[in-house]
């Protein structure tokens, strides 16, 4: 269940999100319900994932062995793959959006389409979005990009956080450093730590995605489909990619749009009943608006911080730092 306050916060992008997300129906994409109106907030009903994030996951572990790594990438890239059938490319692919069944062989769930995109409806990627450790070069270039080669570079970028337990373009000795974090990623500087004893196959399917404009052939690479579930299989994922596979929401899109519209409205002002102890609403008010400044910061904070990575990118064009 996701809640979003009513008003201002309900916005075009929460209709895509919600609109996008119901038009999927794949074993590794969490289900889509419903929305439902509450006086003060719009919920999103989906599945519940039992078994959490996959980033708990592997920081509970430290790093996946190489065949637990690739059991869960497959999955990714199952997943990931619909959703560029159906022209939606997620945009903001990163270990905290890919959830857990609670099975004991879990099931992956790519979930939080709060920053995708559908061909069919919308134009063409040019917006800086995304986690920063996962953003892939052409995000940061401020022009149209292909968003399903950005997707496949970030689900590398889960690959090889799965295989080494860190993020591949961060400076691991000043790993706060947004500005050489952004020229890592446009240099494409990573190495794989020697510690970390993965197959040549593993090391060949990363060197495919982490270029510029990343490989389209993870699925036929030889790592990716060495020991490949049945269920992961073209004849097996057929019955996903036919026209007629419903969705699992009950409500069409007039429905939920209707909805979403009336969500814009602000929740009705309750009375205090302070006197009783049920709190200030004033306070309650006071509260909100310090989140929203907090927010606001938040968002100046990161809009500075991609100026600054155009900055960088300039610098390594100029300049290109020796790839190790």
Not at 140 to 147: F, N
Not at 289 to 311: C, G, M, Q, S, T
Request: hydrophobic fraction near 35%; proline fraction near 6%.
């Amino acid at each position: 269940m996701k809640y979003i306050e009513r008003g201002r916060k309900i916005d075009e992008n929460v209709a895509r999100e919600i609109i996008n997300h119901r038009s999927l129906r794949h074993p590794h994409i969490i289900r889509f319900r419903e929305v439902v109106l509450t006086p003060t907030h719009l919920a999103i009903v989906m599945e519940y994932a039992a078994g959490g994030e996959l980033f708990e996951r592997i920081s509970r572990v430290g790093r996946f062995s190489e065949d637990e790594a690739r059991y869960f990438f497959q999955q990714l890239i199952s997943g990931v793959h619909y959703c560029h059938f159906m022209q939606i490319c997620h945009r903001d692919l990163k270990l905290e959006n890919t959830l857990l069944d609670g099975s004991p062989a879990p099931r992956l769930k790519i979930c939080d389409f709060g920053y995708s995109k559908s061909s069919l409806l919308h134009s063409r990627p040019k917006s800086t979005v995304g986690t920063p450790a996962y953003i892939a070069p052409e995000v940061l270039s401020r022009k149209e990009y292909d968003g399903k080669t950005a997707d496949a570079w970030s689900c590398g970028v889960t690959l090889y956080v799965m295989l080494v337990g860190a993020y591949p373009f961060e400076d691991q000795e000043d790993p706060k450093n947004f500005r050489k974090t952004i020229q890592r990623i446009m240099a494409v500087q990573y190495k794989i730590p020697d510690y970390v004893h993965i197959s040549e196959d593993c090391r060949h399917l990363l060197s495919r995605i982490f270029v510029a404009n990343a490989s389209k052939e993870i699925k036929s690479h030889p790592w990716f489909v060495k020991n490949l579930p049945r269920e992961l299989t073209e004849a097996a994922q057929a019955a996903y990619y036919k026209k007629e596979n419903p969705t699992f929401s009950p409500q069409s899109v007039e429905e939920i749009m209707k909805i979403v519209e009336e969500a814009r409205s602000p929740p009705p002002v309750a009375r205090s009943h302070s006197a009783y102890g049920w709190g200030d609403d004033e306070e309650d008010e006071d509260e909100d608006d310090i989140k929203d400044k907090e927010n606001e910061a938040e968002d100046d904070e990161y809009d500075k911080r991609v100026k600054e990575a155009h900055e960088a990118e300039k610098l390594v064009q100029s300049n290109p730092p020796p790839c190790s």
